[in-house]
């Protein structure tokens, strides 16, 4: 069946460096691709997407890739901040039906 | 826009007891979704309405489970009789027209079946 795999589970990264996420799909026929973050107590909140007619996209310290060949999109972070800690989730959507298919969950810890 | 309002935000019952989980969405957008959070199975579709119409129920993992929309502005999700592993976060979500995948969660529901 259609899956969504990202890794790492967990990322430690110091406070400035950068952080990327990593996500791949199995349907080719995903077209959309959203990356979600959630912190503790709280649902998950829509931080950028990106849709498979585009390679790249930015909007301010965060930036989504993606490759429609190789079938992964990657999320990046600059500049990491404390309040960049959270569990951030990627997805993949199709055309055929309103259902994401999720990944199982990165959570991003911040060290000061 | 008040954003995605659910409520309780905290249940604690009784195993056997009936839970009703409540969701109003935002204002205008015409796709509402309930999902299940738990540590081990992640996040879990459990239906989604287009309309106030229940487009897919195959993640409502059995019949205990009950999931109405009688109107644009509220919907439930009821759980007859709950079990303790029915414990975990409900979210309801709603999405604009149009929009696959732009998806706005409310704060969610801790149960916690006893």
């Known amino acids: 069946g259609e899956n969504v795999e990202q890794h790492p589970s967990t990322l430690s990264v110091q406070e400035g460096d950068s952080a990327v996420i990593k996500c791949t799909y199995s349907?080719?026929?995903?077209?959309?691709f959203p990356w979600y973050k959630q912190e503790l107590g709280k649902g998950p909140q829509l931080i950028i997407d990106?849709?498979?007619n585009v390679g790249e996209k930015k909007d301010q310290r965060i930036a989504v890739t993606l490759n429609k060949t190789a079938k992964h999109f990657s999320l990046h972070i600059t500049e990491t901040q404390p309040e960049d800690s959270a569990v951030y989730f990627c997805a993949a959507s199709n055309p055929r039906n309103y259902q994401l298919i999720w990944g199982a969950g990165t959570k991003l810890i911040i060290k000061p | 826009d008040a954003g995605v309002i659910q409520s309780p935000r905290h249940e604690v019952t009784e195993m056997g007891q009936e839970v009703t989980l409540r969701c109003k969405p935002i204002?205008?957008?015409?796709?509402l979704f309930w999902y299940r959070q738990t540590m081990m199975r992640g996040l879990e579709l459990l239906i989604y309405?287009?309309?106030?119409?229940?487009?897919?129920d195959s993640g409502m993992p059995e019949d205990r489970f009950s999931a109405k929309m009688p109107n644009a502005s509220f919907s439930t999700l009821k759980i007859q009789p709950s079990e303790p592993r029915d414990s975990a976060v409900y979210f309801c979500a709603s999405s604009p027209p149009g929009v696959a995948g732009e998806l706005f969660f409310g704060e969610g529901s801790r149960l916690t079946v006893l």
């Open positions: 990106i849709r498979s």
């Open positions: 204002s205008g957008h015409d796709y």
């Open positions: 309405f287009n309309n106030n119409v229940p487009i897919d």
């Open positions: 349907d080719s026929a995903s077209n959309y």
